[in-house]
């Protein structure tokens, strides 16, 4: 199964672009494989709130890495709540082969939409070995290998070390559309093409 996510906070996106033709070229060629789609812009999943913390709490504490297992930690109401805005999404993640991920990058990092679904379906020791993450991005300026701003990156950084390091997950794979802010700043425009040539190769990118 293919999960697909957005979290692009507008409609004409580039992230969104890229991840829609992924997912078309993914699911043209597994037609059976099945694909579920979740707008995290659009349909925001609720910040974690303190009965959360305290089924991850059990979790730790009780050394449940099954997560099967996760539902019982979830004993009082509140605690039943808050798993219940999980399970379904906790569910999506353990079922998909791929989980794809459109997102720009906002303020050196990744939207509060997407970091808010990362919280709540993350858990002390949890692995999704066996599963690939791709992520489709777009960013206003340059972040590759040399450039002045590449220290600054903390959305791939982030994303691959959390990918990597939480959930033991090395194939991740990123595609940028970088200089996307060329199209408007009249300060960057003599990177329009440098921009538009960035656009087409995670395009091809994308569509293979
Ligand atoms: C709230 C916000 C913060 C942004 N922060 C950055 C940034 O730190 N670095 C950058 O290169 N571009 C930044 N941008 C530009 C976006 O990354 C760029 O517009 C990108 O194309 C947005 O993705 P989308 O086309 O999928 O909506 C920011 C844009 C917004 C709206």
Not at 156 to 168: A, C, N, Q
């Amino acid at each position: 199964m293919l999960l697909h996510l957005d979290a692009s906070a507008r409609r004409e996106s580039f992230s969104r672009k890229l991840s829609s033709v992924y997912a078309e070229t993914w699911r043209a060629a597994r037609p059976q494989a099945g694909y579920v789609y979740r707008d995290l812009a659009a349909h925001p999943v609720p910040h974690i709130g303190e009965a959360w913390t305290e089924l991850c709490d059990h979790i730790l504490e009780r050394q449940i890495t099954d997560i099967s297992r996760y539902h019982e930690a979830a004993r009082s109401p509140a605690q039943r709540e808050a798993w219940a805005v999980v399970e379904p999404l906790l569910a999506e993640v353990v079922a998909a082969e791929v989980i794809l991920i459109g997102t720009p990058m906002y303020n050196y990092s990744v939207p509060s939409a997407l970091k808010a679904w990362l919280d709540q379906i993350t858990f002390p020791k949890m692995s999704l070995e066996g599963r690939s993450f791709v992520v489709t991005s777009a960013r206003g300026g340059a972040y590759g290998p040399g450039t002045p701003r590449e220290p600054y990156d903390h959305q791939e950084r982030y994303l691959r070390d959390f990918f990597r390091g939480h959930y033991r997950v090395r194939d991740v794979t990123f595609i940028h559309a970088e200089l996307v802010n060329a199209r408007l700043d009249p300060d960057l425009a003599h990177l329009r093409e440098q921009h538009e040539r960035s656009l087409a190769a995670a395009l091809r990118e994308a569509a293979r």
